[in-house]
């Protein structure tokens, strides 16, 4: 019999699984989007507020985002507390550009509100961390929908989410689809 033929066999095997297993093998997430805490807890959002969705939370007194590390929150000036809304859940994005350039994925989600459309994203990688909460100006929030992976629109124009690498962080910015 001839052994070399398995022995091949069952090392391109081995190869095959090594080479799946480093490409989709990721360190493990610090504090996945699904594992947030539903808490204002440490921060200056009022306790009478109501999570939307871990990081946006809603008073009579105003929209509040929390940081990705439950520490801090910001008011969001003009918000409205009425109609704002999750437009998509706080999403991980992490193409193999952003995880070498940037040491980690980003996360992000759309909100609206009566007035404006709004861009929210935090990162925690091992190099930075940061959040931010941008308004997307030229979309109509009140017909803001998520149209794909990364992609979404106001029914007459469709945005994707870009990003930009700086010297020490990274940003994902709304531009034309």
């Given at each position: 019999m001839n052994w070399k033929l398995p022995a091949g066999i069952l090392a391109a095997v081995l190869i095959i699984a090594l080479?799946?297993?480093l490409v989709?093998?990721?360190p493990a997430k610090e504090e996945a989007p699904e594992q947030i805490i539903q808490s204002a807890e440490g921060t200056n959002i009022p306790e009478t507020a109501t999570s939307l969705d871990g990081y946006a939370f809603v008073d009579e007194s105003g929209v509040y985002l929390r940081s990705a590390f439950g520490t801090s929150s910001?008011?969001?000036?003009?918000a409205d507390p009425e109609t704002f809304r999750v437009v998509s859940p706080i999403t991980e994005y992490g193409s193999q550009e952003i995880l070498d350039f940037c040491k980690g994925p980003g996360n992000y989600g759309l909100y609206a509100d009566k007035k404006k459309a709004y861009l929210f994203q935090f990162w925690k990688t091992e190099t930075f961390a940061k959040t931010k909460i941008e308004v997307l100006k030229g979309l109509n929030p009140d017909s803001l929908t998520v149209t794909g992976p990364q992609t979404f629109g106001?029914?007459?124009q469709n945005m994707a989410?870009?990003?930009?690498?700086?010297?020490t962080t990274c940003t994902f910015i709304a531009e034309p689809a």
């Open positions: 080479l799946g297993w989709y093998t990721r910001v008011q969001i000036p003009d106001d029914g007459v989410l870009g990003y930009e690498f700086a010297t």
